[in-house]
């Protein structure tokens, strides 16, 4: 083991990026959550802010994340479904309706349609009357792993790429509080990839956004301040707990040594955490309570700056108000009860979690040399070799708790006879056509003329190399819709077609 | 020789949750079945067209999105409309009870939920699909 002396708010920031830590501030309480009407999404963003809860994560259906409007038959049988539907201002409006926006933080998980829906919320921001100065948020902004884990790309990597880095270089400009990027291992993780995997090609996906905003002629002190990162927390608790300070040291010396970063804000790898939605069970649903409380730990012991500990139907159905509410409460008592939070890096010093923390900060580096090695992380995941590397492990997963040689209480080890049934959410299957109505008098009640206009002119920006941002805002400004915007995409920049052999 | 099993595991609607789906992929070809499986986002029409030019003996539907009652139902009414015959229909993924009993009278033979093992899921098959 080579000899560190290091410490907490301290380049490489292995314990942490603050000195005080927890005794400092607390994480932020953020629950991701969003389903069916902008309505019912409005009353339940109000009821977890009545709560305590510190910061809004909001969660869209799978039409909104690719691109086609809630009235689209490809949008059949998933509207309101996944997360709140949004095809227009008028529905992120009502989504808002009565949160101060100069006051709350809001998460998008948004990718291939990030720019819309940052579009949308500044539009709604502005009609309030809030300076884009005064907004702060995230969005995921991550496409590189859609493509080899969650799934809802939309164009081929090259013209996604010139997206996010059209929502970077804008944000530096206009919305200095944005977080443009939260490069995420989570789905990764969830599709199966081990904790070093995880740190590798996570990593490996900020290099290539750093990459392609150096080659634009930004300064990387000017935008990397703001990139943040998203990781799983799964139920090994030391090796998790090794992860994130593996992961820390690792991306400071990247920052530093490899883009010559010269604020040690760019070196920072701030970090959001959710528990690990592939650990709960189907079966004997109780116990996914004490499997969340655990990872919740770990993140928590491992230095997080905002967490999301989900809740015990998670494996069943979205979660009802009452186990939101539950797994809400989790994290209050760890923060307030447990005294976990009186020093910073409590294990670190530890001989097993430092050693832990070189072997996993090894492992990484090996997969990033290989990856450096296939010429970068955009070739890596178009030749399959990303893919391949998580379903593998995935798949090896499978078969050690098929032989038993993993154990996962209730499932193939201390199986109950009975078997619980939770009360789940269920959306209303009016819901697409009362939303095909609404888009109706929309198209009908706007002015088209304009709508027409601003699609026009944002189809010759997009065949130049123009910043898009600010033609997209004016275009939701216009309640031209998400499907729309994306209509004129696609036919600009092409979709994107994997090629899946197993 | 007696030809193996041959199962299409497909991906209907906009999920792209495909963990559940490649392993059952995975596991079904170590268990000896030849294994066709169509990536994410399929329409119905796309996995009965699937279906019919692989002539296989099962499809296996994965759906964790919520959307797996229009989608699978449509499945369903496609391969009667085009007359596909002997061609076992089966599901996983996240799929409520009061569905899968719904699901199960439309015709699926079976829903695998959370936590089902591949060796339940291949002595299924060898026990319910034709092997022509």
Not at chain 1, 17 to 31: A, C, P, V
Not at chain 1, 92 to 119: C, H, W, Y
Not at chain 1, 427 to 443: G, N, V
């Given at each position: 083991?080579?000899?560190?002396?290091?410490?907490?708010?301290?380049?490489?920031?292995?314990?942490?990026?603050?000195?005080?830590?927890?005794?400092?501030?607390?994480?932020t309480m953020r629950q991701y959550a969003?389903?069916?009407?902008?309505?019912?999404?409005?009353?339940?963003?109000?009821?977890?802010?009545?709560?305590?809860q510190?910061g809004?994560s909001?969660?869209?259906?799978?039409?909104?994340?690719?691109?086609?409007?809630?009235?689209?038959?490809?949008?059949?049988?998933?509207?309101?479904?996944?997360?709140?539907?949004?095809?227009?201002?008028?529905?992120?409006?009502?989504?808002?309706?009565?949160?101060?926006?100069?006051?709350?933080?809001?998460s998008?998980t948004?990718?291939?349609?990030?720019?819309?829906?940052?579009?949308?919320?500044?539009?709604?921001?502005?009609?309030?009357?809030?300076?884009?100065?005064?907004?702060?948020?995230?969005?995921?902004?991550?496409?590189?792993?859609?493509?080899?884990?969650?799934?809802?790309?939309?164009?081929?990597?090259?013209?996604?790429?010139?997206?996010?880095?059209?929502?970077?270089?804008?944000?530096?400009?206009?919305?200095?509080?944005?977080?443009?990027?939260?490069?995420?291992?989570y789905?990764?993780?969830?599709?199966?990839?081990?904790?070093?995997?995880?740190?590798?090609?996570?990593?490996?996906?900020?290099?290539?956004?750093?990459?392609?905003?150096?080659?634009?002629?930004?300064?990387?002190?000017?935008?990397?301040?703001?990139?943040?990162?998203f990781?799983?927390c799964?139920?090994?608790?030391?090796?998790?707990?090794?992860?994130?300070?593996?992961?820390?040291?690792?991306?400071?010396?990247?920052?530093?040594?490899?883009?010559?970063?010269?604020?040690?804000?760019?070196?920072?790898?701030?970090?959001h955490t959710q528990t690990?939605g592939?650990?709960?069970?189907?079966?004997?649903?109780?116990?996914?309570?004490?499997?969340t409380?655990?990872?919740a730990?770990?993140a928590?012991?491992?230095?997080t700056?905002s967490l999301h500990t989900n809740s015990?139907?998670?494996?069943?159905?979205?979660?009802?108000?009452?186990?939101a509410?539950?797994a809400l409460?989790?994290q209050?008592?760890?923060?307030?009860?447990?005294?976990?939070?009186?020093?910073?890096?409590?294990?670190?010093?530890?001989?097993?979690?430092?050693?832990?923390?070189?072997?996993?900060?090894?492992?990484?580096?090996?997969?990033?040399?290989?990856?450096?090695?296939?010429?970068?992380?955009?070739?890596?995941?178009?030749?399959?070799?990303?893919?391949?590397?998580?379903?593998?492990?995935?798949?090896?997963?499978?078969?050690?708790?098929?032989?038993?040689?993993?154990?996962?209480?209730?499932?193939?080890?201390?199986?109950?006879?009975?078997?619980?049934?939770?009360?789940?959410?269920?959306?209303?299957?009016?819901?697409?056509?009362?939303?095909?109505?609404?888009?109706?008098?929309?198209?009908?009640?706007?002015?088209?003329?304009?709508?027409?206009?601003?699609?026009?002119?944002?189809?010759?920006?997009?065949?130049?190399?123009?910043?898009?941002?600010?033609?997209?805002?004016?275009?939701?400004?216009?309640?031209?819709?998400?499907?729309?915007?994306?209509?004129?995409?696609?036919?600009?920049?092409?979709?994107?077609?994997?090629?899946?052999?197993? | 020789?007696?030809?193996?099993?041959?199962?299409?595991?497909?991906?209907?609607?906009?999920?792209?949750?495909?963990?559940?789906?490649?392993?059952?992929?995975?596991?079904?070809?170590?268990?000896?079945?030849?294994?066709?499986?169509?990536?994410?986002?399929?329409?119905?029409?796309?996995?009965?067209?699937?279906?019919?030019?692989?002539?296989?003996?099962?499809?296996?539907?994965?759906?964790?999105?919520?959307?797996?009652?229009?989608?699978?139902?449509?499945?369903?009414?496609?391969?009667?409309?085009?007359?596909?015959?002997?061609?076992?229909?089966?599901?996983?993924?996240?799929?409520?009870?009061?569905?899968?009993?719904?699901?199960?009278?439309?015709?699926?033979?079976?829903?695998?939920?959370?936590?089902?093992?591949?060796?339940?899921?291949?002595?299924?098959?060898?026990?319910?699909?034709?092997?022509?």
């Amino acid at each position: 083991m080579t000899e560190r002396r290091e410490e907490p708010g301290k380049f490489p920031f292995t314990r942490g990026i603050h000195t005080t830590m927890y005794r400092g501030k607390l994480w932020t309480m953020r629950q991701y959550a969003g389903f069916g009407t902008a309505q019912e999404t409005n009353k339940r963003y109000k009821y977890l802010l009545s709560q305590g809860q510190t910061g809004l994560s909001m969660a869209f259906d799978l039409p909104t994340q690719i691109g086609y409007d809630s009235d689209d038959a490809m949008a059949l049988g998933e509207v309101g479904r996944v997360g709140v539907a949004i095809s227009s201002l008028a529905d992120m409006e009502q989504v808002f309706r009565g949160i101060p926006l100069d006051k709350v933080s809001t998460s998008m998980t948004i990718n291939a349609t990030a720019s819309i829906l940052l579009a949308l919320y500044l539009a709604v921001a502005g009609k309030e009357g809030v300076p884009w100065s005064k907004v702060s948020g995230t969005v995921q902004n991550d496409i590189l792993k859609e493509y080899i884990a969650r799934g809802t790309y939309i164009f081929p990597p090259l013209p996604s790429l010139r997206l996010i880095a059209d929502i970077v270089e804008f944000c530096a400009k206009e919305v200095p509080g944005w977080n443009t990027i939260s490069v995420g291992g989570y789905h990764m993780r969830e599709a199966g990839c081990t904790a070093a995997q995880e740190i590798a090609f996570t990593l490996a996906d900020g290099i290539a956004y750093v990459q392609t905003c150096v080659d634009r002629g930004l300064n990387v002190d000017d935008f990397a301040p703001r990139i943040a990162f998203f990781f799983n927390c799964h139920s090994n608790f030391l090796e998790e707990v090794a992860k994130f300070r593996a992961a820390r040291r690792l991306w400071a010396h990247i920052m530093r040594d490899r883009f010559g970063a010269k604020n040690e804000r760019s070196m920072m790898l701030r970090f959001h955490t959710q528990t690990a939605g592939s650990t709960l069970t189907a079966q004997q649903p109780d116990n996914n309570v004490v499997r969340t409380t655990i990872e919740a730990l770990a993140a928590v012991l491992g230095g997080t700056q905002s967490l999301h500990t989900n809740s015990k139907d998670e494996a069943i159905a979205l979660p009802t108000e009452e186990s939101a509410l539950l797994a809400l409460r989790t994290q209050q008592i760890i923060a307030h009860e447990s005294g976990v939070t009186a020093e910073p890096d409590p294990l670190g010093g530890s001989y097993y979690i430092e050693s832990l923390t070189n072997q996993l900060e090894q492992q990484a580096r090996e997969y990033l040399h290989k990856i450096d090695n296939m010429g970068g992380m955009l070739k890596a995941i178009e030749g399959g070799y990303v893919y391949k590397e998580i379903y593998r492990a995935a798949y090896e997963h499978q078969k050690t708790v098929e032989r038993k040689e993993k154990i996962i209480v209730g499932v193939n080890e201390f199986v109950g006879d009975k078997k619980l049934v939770l009360k789940t959410q269920t959306i209303d299957p009016k819901l697409e056509p009362r939303r095909r109505r609404e888009l109706a008098t929309l198209r009908k009640k706007r002015n088209a003329a304009r709508a027409e206009k601003c699609l026009a002119t944002l189809e010759k920006a997009a065949k130049s190399s123009e910043n898009l941002m600010p033609i997209i805002v004016d275009c939701v400004r216009s309640y031209v819709t998400v499907g729309e915007i994306c209509k004129v995409l696609r036919r600009t920049f092409g979709e994107y077609r994997p090629s899946h052999s197993i | 020789m007696k030809r193996p099993i041959k199962v299409l595991i497909a991906k209907a609607g906009l999920d792209g949750h495909e963990r559940g789906a490649l392993v059952v992929a995975m596991g079904l070809r170590d268990a000896g079945m030849e294994v066709v499986y169509t990536g994410i986002r399929n329409t119905p029409e796309q996995i009965v067209a699937a279906a019919i030019q692989e002539d296989v003996d099962a499809i296996g539907l994965s759906s964790l999105s919520g959307g797996h009652m229009a989608q699978f139902k449509r499945v369903l009414e496609l391969l009667k409309k085009e007359r596909v015959k002997g061609v076992l229909v089966f599901a996983g993924g996240i799929i409520p009870d009061d569905d899968a009993k719904k699901l199960k009278k439309l015709g699926i033979k079976a829903v695998f939920g959370p936590g089902s093992s591949i060796a339940s899921i291949a002595e299924f098959l060898r026990k319910y699909a034709r092997a022509k």
